[in-house]
């Protein structure tokens, strides 16, 4: 089989007993023969030598440039002595001189290199809530107890100054009549038979029923409401102390007051998710022009690339994807990601988290891919962090989060309030209840850590997410709120759930204002 990605290579050099450098497989996997470069690159190491070097492929790959250049000046000579010219067939196509072999894999693209002016020293990315190689969980039940109480202890810290909260077992030997104010995790939602709402909250002391009546108006943010997410209420006991009448109904939220940060330079990121490599309806065309627009003029300010996820297709994600694939096989999926990878501008920063089509655990939090992967997926040092993360990019903090949980907000909330014709709304929702994935046991499959990677601790710049192929982006409490569409055309079992992706269209975002600008490609 050739050696034409970075993966193979890596393989075919442990077979002979080696390791390499990394940038030294990149440039083994750029050479145009990677396995006689190869070959050449281990015939000249020194006896001692175990790793193989960038430098030491450098030196094979430009004695064979030379060796190429010298023949071809003695022939050119030999031809001019004997007073010939060369003569090659012409291209079928055109009638001109190709001078391109069918066998020199053209239709592949080489890794394209920085070509524009940018000052990479003043760039600056730093990671937080990165899990990977962190994960701790067994799936025993104290595990999920801790997790839990991990997110009730960091929400509830955002809500003690709003109300005088108390324990609950201290309200239940309160006297009736009293004020109280409680701050707990929601464990229950049902209404009554007159059609008043009676929530339960649970906090490490135990539970208390709370009343919401009908007729009240903060009975709608009632309806706003998903299990296990952690509130705040205060109103007053009931005569027998048994149960706590609601006056008013606190969410975590993003404050009013945030102001977020901004670059101190003109700089721009580019802003995508779900391409979806290995569908039959992958829209190669599009992601060409893209790539080929972050070469021009207009982009020389687009230095960063962020992916929300889903970087291929996968394979049995749902009933029947078979049918539906262009590339069967995970691993060639991702070697043709990396491909298309390559022609993003050699210069760009790139940062993608996983999605639930991506070759890793469904359960969130999602680590970043293994070794294998990452061996795979070398275009350009693209690195690959959890999901979620936050990703802080010259000062502006960017919460990426593939969005699984957005199909779970959408069902279960009202349509004005969350909707995949609007799905920064349901973003809006997340960010209100400072968790990325509140609800437990329903569609999102939730694993168990050391600590709850999924409550939005910091409040974010910029909330980034993919998942539903529906564009939306929006502010809430001047946080800008974005879902980036897709690179898929629709399928035919998107077809059978009625979604109608928005695809090709690549946001670009002014770091320095927090302006963006989307641009169409398909």
């Not at 693209?109 to 994960?135: F, Q, W, Y």
């Not at 706590?244 to 700089?267: C, E, G, Y």
């Not at 992958?282 to 893209?290: I, L, S, T």
């Not at 809006?428 to 601790?457: C, F, M, N, S, W």
Request: hydrophobic share 35%.
């Amino acid at each position: 089989m050739p050696l034409s990605t970075p993966a193979r290579i890596v393989s075919e050099l442990a077979s002979r007993g080696y390791n390499a450098e990394r940038e030294a497989v990149t440039k083994l996997a750029d050479a145009p023969d990677p396995e006689r470069a190869l070959d050449r690159a281990v015939e000249t190491m020194p006896d001692d030598a175990l790793k193989l070097t960038a430098g030491h492929v450098e030196a094979v790959l430009d004695r064979a440039e030379s060796r190429a250049d010298a023949t071809a000046g003695s022939q050119r000579a030999a031809e001019q002595e004997n007073g010939e010219t060369a003569t090659r067939d012409p291209s079928v196509s055109t009638g001109t001189d190709s001078g391109v072999s069918p066998d020199a894999g053209g239709d592949v693209p080489h890794e394209t290199k920085g070509s524009r002016d940018v000052d990479l020293s003043k760039r600056a990315i730093e990671v937080a809530n990165d899990m990977t190689g962190n994960s701790t969980g067994t799936g025993e039940y104290s595990d999920f107890v801790s997790v839990f109480r991990d997110r009730y202890e960091k929400l509830a810290s955002k809500l003690r100054g709003r109300v005088n909260h108390r324990p609950t077992d201290a309200i239940e030997n309160m006297a009736g009549g009293s004020e109280a104010a409680l701050i707990g995790m929601v464990s229950d939602i049902r209404s009554t038979a007159s059609g008043h709402w009676l929530v339960e909250l649970e906090d490490t002391n135990g539970t208390f029923p709370c009343l919401v009546m009908k007729d009240r108006p903060i009975a709608d943010l009632v309806q706003q409401l998903l299990l296990d997410e952690v509130i705040a209420v205060d109103g007053t006991l009931a005569d027998d102390s048994g149960i706590l009448f609601v006056d008013s109904l606190h969410f975590p939220d993003v404050p009013r007051t945030h102001s977020p940060s901004t670059a101190d330079r003109h700089v721009q990121a580019a802003l995508i998710s779900d391409v979806h490599v290995g569908s039959q309806e992958f829209m190669a065309d599009a992601w060409h022009r893209f790539t080929d627009w972050l070469h021009t003029a207009e982009a020389e300010h687009v230095e960063y690339l962020l992916i929300a996820g889903d970087m291929v297709e996968g394979v049995g994600i749902y009933p029947d994807q078979d049918e539906e694939l262009d590339i069967i096989d995970i691993y060639e999926q991702y070697e043709q990601f990396s491909e298309y990878l390559k022609e993003v501008p050699g210069d760009m920063e790139i940062r993608m988290i996983p999605g639930n089509h991506d070759a890793v655990r469904l359960a969130e939090p999602q680590p970043g891919f293994d070794e294998e992967l990452r061996d795979i997926m070398t275009a350009h040092d693209a690195t690959v962090h959890s999901n979620p993360a936050l990703v802080t990019v010259e000062g502006v903090t960017v919460l990426m989060y593939h969005g699984v949980s957005l199909d779970e907000v959408i069902a279960e909330l009202p349509d004005e309030e969350a909707s995949y014709d609007d799905p920064h709304k349901a973003m809006y929702q997340l960010l209100k209840k400072r968790h990325v994935a509140p609800q437990y046991g329903g569609h999102t499959r939730l694993a168990p850590e050391d600590r709850d990677y999924l409550v939005i601790e910091e409040v974010p710049d910029v909330f980034h997410t993919g998942h539903v192929h529906k564009l939306g982006w929006g502010k809430y409490h001047n946080v800008l709120a974005l879902n980036s569409g897709c690179w898929q055309a629709q399928t035919d079992f998107q077809k059978s759930v009625n979604i109608d992706p928005d695809a090709g269209f690549a946001p670009i975002l002014d770091l320095d204002t927090l302006d963006m600008t989307v641009r169409k490609f398909a």
